[in-house]
């Protein structure tokens, strides 16, 4: 039976009136009963009626299902029956299915082999000479595209960048518009995040600049691709927005190996969730990223859990400093976490940030874990930690985080990881006494 956190709960709710609603029935005074087996949650609450209304859960997308006349999905009794298990999971002891389940779980099988007999049906190979066709017009958009782009960079070189912070929104969206129009979805979205630079703060002239010139570097970079390595074209199409498809990552050798489940991050934009995962080989100290895309009240993938080990084959994305994986297969059986490799201090992590910048300079994040650092705070009130050799690592974290931090280590020393951006660290996870706590750094929604 897979764990679940509150955060994970959080994410398949579909507002945050869900979610309250859903804590609320998370005590078994307000169940008739509840049960549980490796593959399904189920329970009776007791609502208005004279009749409790039957909740069920099948944990392995995780979907909902409840007698409710509720429209949301998924209501208030699901998410509370599954606040209740992840806060207890003792209490959904083995039990009987009950037929009302049974007859759920199999109308969904039977589902699932329909839909999967019709996709194998309707397969079909596709025309080589309409796939090459298509091929060519979006490279020839796309160089056009670049043209258009390369010209609006040269506007901004000599009218300089003083006083865009005065400029609207549609100053960066019409040219990040015209790049979408391209097909080059890539150098759009960070054209767009371009926007918010001049608002954030001391130092946005450099801020900007950096992210002006690295996508003028994709710019200029495509026009002469074909003399790049192949994994450094493949980052280069990635900035872009081109696209492989997982079928071609899974074809592709995979790399078997007990992998650590280190931390984990959600992110919302408007109505897409973004879940990232990050993992580290034992035996091939080697980081993998795998994400978890969901829209609107679609569950996100609850398989990978953070504070575990996983004896599984991964897929990398072709790239020269690969991250992003699939997993090809694994093995349902999942080990506690009490240890993750680290590097010792600040410069053991900033030389290996280097080195991958080096092979990929379009690199925007990298993993990482540090041994031996305790938390503090300087004379403005800025959080921050120490290191072994006393060096200072910046914190990048929305206000009320440092306190989950002192609270889980006690001012002690202890090893930490997340996502290092080349200015400060996004904590994710905290290692204590070899307990993996997770740690949310932007929280979509109170956890207390």
């Given at each position: 039976?897979?764990?679940?956190?509150?955060?994970?709960?959080?994410?398949?709710?579909?507002?945050?009136?869900?979610?309250?609603?859903?804590?609320?029935?998370?005590?078994?005074?307000?169940?008739?009963?509840?049960?549980?087996?490796?593959?399904?949650?189920?329970?009776?609450?007791?609502?208005?009626?004279?009749?409790?209304?039957?909740?069920?859960?099948?944990?392995?997308?995780?979907?909902?299902?409840?007698?409710?006349?509720?429209?949301?999905?998924?209501?208030?009794?699901?998410?509370?029956?599954?606040?209740?298990?992840?806060?207890?999971?003792?209490?959904?002891?083995?039990?009987?299915?009950?037929?009302?389940?049974?007859?759920?779980?199999?109308?969904?099988?039977?589902?699932?082999?329909?839909?999967?007999?019709?996709?194998?049906?309707?397969?079909?190979?596709?025309?080589?000479?309409?796939?090459?066709?298509?091929?060519?017009?979006?490279?020839?958009?796309?160089?056009?595209?670049?043209?258009?782009?390369?010209?609006?960079?040269?506007?901004?070189?000599?009218?300089?960048?003083?006083?865009?912070?005065?400029?609207?929104?549609?100053?960066?969206?019409?040219?990040?518009?015209?790049?979408?129009?391209?097909?080059?979805?890539?150098?759009?979205?960070?054209?767009?995040?371009?926007?918010?630079?001049?608002?954030?703060?001391?130092?946005?002239?450099?801020?900007?600049?950096?992210?002006?010139?690295?996508?003028?570097?994709?710019?200029?970079?495509?026009?002469?691709?074909?003399?790049?390595?192949?994994?450094?074209?493949?980052?280069?199409?990635?900035?872009?927005?081109?696209?492989?498809?997982?079928?071609?990552?899974?074809?592709?050798?995979?790399?078997?190996?007990?992998?650590?489940?280190?931390?984990?991050?959600?992110?919302?934009?408007?109505?897409?969730?973004?879940?990232?995962?990050?993992?580290?080989?034992?035996?091939?100290?080697?980081?993998?990223?795998?994400?978890?895309?969901?829209?609107?009240?679609?569950?996100?993938?609850?398989?990978?859990?953070?504070?575990?080990?996983?004896?599984?084959?991964?897929?990398?994305?072709?790239?020269?400093?690969?991250?992003?994986?699939?997993?090809?297969?694994?093995?349902?059986?999942?080990?506690?976490?009490?240890?993750?490799?680290?590097?010792?201090?600040?410069?053991?992590?900033?030389?290996?940030?280097?080195?991958?910048?080096?092979?990929?300079?379009?690199l925007e994040i990298l993993p990482i874990a540090v041994d031996n650092v305790v938390a503090g705070k300087n004379s403005s009130g800025q959080f921050f930690l120490i290191d072994s050799e006393n060096s200072i690592i910046p914190l990048g974290i929305s206000h009320g985080v440092e306190w989950q931090i002192l609270a889980i280590t006690g001012g002690h020393p202890f090893?930490?990881?997340?996502?290092?951006?080349?200015?400060?660290?996004?904590?994710?996870?905290?290692?204590?006494?070899?307990?993996?706590?997770?740690?949310?750094?932007?929280?979509?929604?109170?956890?207390?």
């Open positions: 039976m897979p764990a679940f956190s509150e955060v994970q709960v959080i994410a398949l709710a579909p507002d945050e009136g869900s979610v309250k609603s859903g804590r609320e029935l998370a005590n078994l005074r307000k169940w008739v009963s509840v049960g549980g087996s490796e593959r399904a949650l189920w329970g009776d609450c007791q609502g208005g009626g004279s009749r409790p209304y039957q909740a069920c859960i099948d944990l392995s997308e995780p979907a909902f299902k409840c007698s409710c006349p509720s429209r949301k999905f998924p209501c208030k009794h699901g998410l509370g029956l599954l606040f209740l298990f992840a806060r207890d999971a003792s209490s959904f002891n083995s039990a009987q299915v009950p037929d009302w389940v049974k007859q759920w779980l199999e109308s969904r099988d039977l589902l699932s082999d329909k839909r999967a007999k019709k996709k194998e049906e309707g397969e079909s190979t596709p025309d080589p000479v309409a796939k090459a066709k298509r091929q060519s017009e979006r490279l020839l958009k796309v160089e056009l595209g670049l043209v258009e782009f390369r010209l609006w960079l040269q506007d901004r070189v000599r009218q300089g960048i003083a006083g865009l912070e005065r400029q609207s929104y549609s100053f960066w969206e019409t040219p990040a518009a015209r790049l979408t129009d391209a097909q080059a979805p890539g150098l759009a979205r960070q054209l767009r995040q371009c926007a918010g630079i001049p608002n954030s703060g001391e130092g946005w002239q450099a801020r900007l600049l950096e992210r002006l010139s690295l996508m003028h570097l994709a710019a200029e970079g495509y026009t002469r691709i074909d003399q790049l390595p192949d994994d450094l074209q493949q980052d280069l199409r990635t900035v872009i927005g081109f696209t492989t498809s997982q079928d071609e990552v899974l074809n592709s050798d995979g790399v078997s190996d007990d992998w650590q489940i280190i931390g984990q991050r959600l992110d919302i934009d408007d109505k897409l969730k973004v879940q990232r995962t990050w993992l580290r080989g034992e035996q091939s100290r080697r980081w993998a990223l795998v994400l978890s895309f969901a829209f609107g009240m679609q569950p996100l993938d609850v398989s990978l859990q953070p504070g575990f080990v996983i004896d599984a084959e991964l897929c990398f994305f072709p790239s020269a400093s690969p991250l992003r994986a699939l997993v090809k297969k694994r093995s349902e059986l999942m080990q506690p976490l009490h240890h993750f490799s680290a590097y010792k201090n600040a410069d053991e992590f900033l030389q290996a940030f280097a080195v991958e910048l080096g092979l990929n300079p379009w090893s930490i990881f997340g996502e290092w951006n080349g200015e400060n660290l996004l904590p994710l996870s905290l290692l204590v006494n070899g307990q993996l706590h997770r740690i949310d750094p932007r929280p979509v929604v109170s956890v207390t």
